[in-house]
């Protein structure tokens, strides 16, 4: 490495350490790293494990709005094996190459300003590699990387506390969490493809929120492929946006469970496409405010979506083919009861039931009135002829009124006529069936509510 922390720090006599670049450098300055690594041996503070504040005894600290920038992008590496690596306040990094040689810390830190990342890439990040907290806002973006994760990397980035978060395209490879959300941070992800780093395993859970009143939102065509859970929500009350995703060939799409604590989450998902997957593509329980529109999916191992706990869930324009089951809803029954309103909802070629209902008695299903029929399409389901399944297959307490009029079902089956639809036979007597067992609907055992077909 050449250099000397007794020069000027100028381009013809540069600065030797990270270190003492820190020091020279004032707010807005930018600071050149030419080809080379700093390390450990270089770098004294990246192999302290002082705990205390960054860039005292064990990291490097710039001051706000620094910009370190790379020569030749790609040609430069920090490696830190200490508790602290570099802390930013702000500023910009510019085509840099990390490297956790301390796998469980993180080699990049901030805590407050407007932080840019571009061009640069983790790699032995187990943890993460970029902590974000405080009030912090840190942009990612790709540069001229075609992945942000060098192998192996098996963590990219946590957010938490006020902080928030945008990445904004790019691909993030990785083995076992890209992105890990806590507190009330925000995050955003635009356009982003997520992969599993070994194609023959599936990487972990891609984006993790936890235990808080945090935002997420995805859009822009982001693709996961290759991981064991696109979204995971644990005990959090967290707002979801999802609007343009696509998850192939891995496990389970979304798996939210929200615990309103302040207000109830609101979960908004549309255009969602999920295609070969093993597990359910989505599943939603707890308390919460959810729509899903405008999705397809395809070939799921499992059924495609699955709804519990209590609130509202609105699904519209949604295409389930050849799946396990298409709607899978199975309420909570000491909760406050769970308000589901289906229209324009295709499921065919499942090998169990296109939708399954278990209900309680503080529900109510509306897939379709005389006023707003449902324009579903229950038709061509329980491929393996399973007893206890259907097209749709439900069971509701007495008293519940299933509504589900209007939609096209199997024809000429269980009194639907040459064109798959049920109409009522006497004028203003609605058409409701308590038992039946056929291909179109079949009602369980302990169902003793009304599944209503026409009015």
Known sequence: MSGADDSPGTNALPFKTLSRAAIAARAGDTVN?????????????????????????AGV????????????AGAARIISAGYHGLCMSGGLIDGLRFDCSNSYRPIIETQQGALSIRGSSLRNCNK?????SGTAQVTVGPGSLSDYSEYPNYAFVSAREQSQLTIDGGNISYAEGAIDIQDAARVIVHGVTFAS????????????????????????????????AGVEVYDSSADISIDDMAFTQGGLAILINETATTGVPHI????????????????????????????????CGNPSIILNGSGSATVDSLTFIQ?????????DESGDGLAVNARNVSVTGSQYSGVLLLGHANDTFDFGTARSPGNNVFSGNNLSAYYLDANFSFSVPAGVVLQAVGN????????????GLYRVGTAGVPLDVVSGAGPNYLSRDSSAGKLRLAE
């Open 268 to 299: 908004a998902i549309n255009r969602l496409v999920t295609t070969d997957n093993n597990g359910p593509d989505v599943i939603v329980a707890g308390s919460y405010e959810l729509s899903i529109t405008n999705s397809t999916f395809t070939r």
């Open 61 to 72: 600290a710039f001051a706000s709005n620094v910009t370190l920038r790379a020569v030749h």
């Open 33 to 57: 790293l030419r080809d080379g690594t700093w390390d450990p041996s270089i770098e004294v503070k990246f192999a302290s494990m002082d705990e205390s504040t960054c860039g005292v005894s």
């Open 197 to 228: 780093q070994d194609p023959s395993v599936l990487a972990g859970i891609a984006i993790a929120i936890s235990g808080s009143l945090s935002q997420l939102s995805i859009d822009g065509g982001t693709r996961f492929t290759g991981a064991a």
């Open 323 to 331: 799946g396990g089951y298409g709607l899978y809803i199975d309420t």
């Open 408 to 419: 096209i079902w199997d024809a000429n089956q269980q009194g639907s006529d040459v064109d």
């Open 128 to 132: 993460s590699g970029i902590d974000i």
